[in-house]
């Protein structure tokens, strides 16, 4: 099992940046990726980004690329979410996930899921 904890939410004005971070615990030796997922209320999840923890290459949803970037810590277990030029839209609950699979597409096949942080985008 890996244990996922989001820190780094918060209100924020349109415009304006924030830092999402993800300390993984548990049998993390097992994960090939993280990523980042947010879900509004009523609506389906939506991919936002993530990384291969090996090699480190990273995928991000359109909707967010040139604006968001992810980043990983192996020594920390950590992923991070470095937000800029946030939107109103942005705003909904920011969930990190982990996986074991060997899947050639990050956006999919996630095991392991954090509770999920708020981050709400003032305009």
């Known amino acids: 099992q890996v244990q996922l904890v989001e820190s780094g939410g918060g209100l924020v004005q349109a415009g304006g940046s924030l830092r999402l971070s993800c300390a993984a615990s548990g049998r993390t030796i097992s994960v090939t990726a993280m990523g980042w997922f947010r879900q509004a209320p009523g609506k389906e999840r939506e991919f936002v980004a993530a990384v291969r923890w090996n090699g480190g290459s990273t995928y991000y949803a359109d909707s967010v690329k040139g604006r968001f970037t992810i980043s990983r810590d192996k020594a920390k277990n950590t992923v991070y979410l470095q937000m800029n030029s946030l939107k109103p839209e942005d705003t909904t609950l920011y969930y990190c996930?982990?996986?074991?699979?060997?899947?050639?597409?990050?956006?999919?096949?996630?095991?392991?899921w954090g509770q999920g942080t708020q981050v709400t985008v003032s305009s």
């Open positions: 996930a982990a996986r074991k699979a060997l899947l050639s597409d990050l956006a999919r096949g996630y095991d392991y």
